[in-house]
């Protein structure tokens, strides 16, 4: 069985599931150190079973470098051609340096992790901007698509944007191939508006967060708050999203509803989850993360069923009942004095760079 395709009106081609390789950076495991031969054992077996796609950042400490060092071994392979697998980085320029952005500083960004990916084209670019109050959004975009326009970048697309603001892209001329978003049962902001605006305008969504960071998994069936502690800045995350949206109560009785799909499919939680995902409309592909090669062979699984109709309802009725999060997709993460805010790093590239 192989990982399902995704084609983009330009006949650019992704995986539907793409290897997320935040889990890879410095820091992000809380449980001791990665093994990273497992880890690139994963990336091989993902890669033969048609996981070709990879999601990392310039702000992933080591990720890039790592995915590079793949890149590397692979091209050692006569038969291998760089269009086999797809990366898809992001540009995130630092929040105490967004007044200061320029095109040169954009391209220092962009060749960096060309050299650490060991490429001569990055195949996507998704542009993050912390602060939508700091002038120069759309000039920074702009000089992206300058960037590709050059060859260096083969496709523009954003991240953590919320309608209005990705809005004001395309109606600069801006030409946006894919929007990145968080959306899972527990987060589902981008259904207010930018999920819509997406379809109405081709840009299609890649979702994160599909897992909710492993919690949606029968490893936690059945377990209390208090037995949790997390084991990825992921987790931590996550914790916070489940809080304010289902509850650990609402959780709970959720993993027996996916327990009880997924026993008729013959498939695990996980995979429920994220065909729910998969199956909602403007979704391209979600992203789920890899720390070892424990979960590969399961989510192949992903790709040999289907939820019916009825399933869908059954478990859109089910979170219906529960608030979606307020504000618009990234809007609680931007807000100052949020514990969401509170938990992320806003200022990578400048501290990398020196
Ligand atoms: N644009 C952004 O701002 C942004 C933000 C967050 C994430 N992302 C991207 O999305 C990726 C995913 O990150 P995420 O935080 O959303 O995490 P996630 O994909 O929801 O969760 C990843 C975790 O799920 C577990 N898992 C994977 N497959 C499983 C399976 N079949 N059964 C049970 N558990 C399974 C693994 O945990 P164990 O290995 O520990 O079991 C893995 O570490 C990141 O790597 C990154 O590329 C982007």
Known sequence: MQAEKYTFSDNYRISRVLNGCWQLSLGHSLNGPLDFADVKKAFYQLRERGFTTFDCADIYTGAEEFIGSFISELKQDPDFREEDIQIHTKYVP????LSKVDYGFTRSIIERSLQRLNKKQLDVVQFHWWD???????ATASYLQQLKEE???GHVSVTNFDTEHLRMLVDAGIEITSCQAQYSFFDRRVEKGLQAYCLA???PLICYGTLAG???SSR???KQREEITPETRSQVKYLQVIEDSLGWSGYQQLLKLLEEIAEHHGVAISQVATRFVLQQQA???AVIGVRNSRHVDDNVRIFSFSLTEEELNRLREFVDRYPILPGEPFELERTIGSKYRNIMHMNINEEEQA
């Open 214 to 216: 492993g919690f949606l």
């Open 220 to 222: 936690y069936l059945g």
């Open 151 to 153: 060859g260096l970048i």
């Open 283 to 285: 979704v391209a592909a």
């Open 201 to 203: 305008n081709d840009i």
């Open 132 to 138: 939508y109050e700091v002038d120069g959004m759309v």
């Open 94 to 97: 630092d929040l105490e340096y």
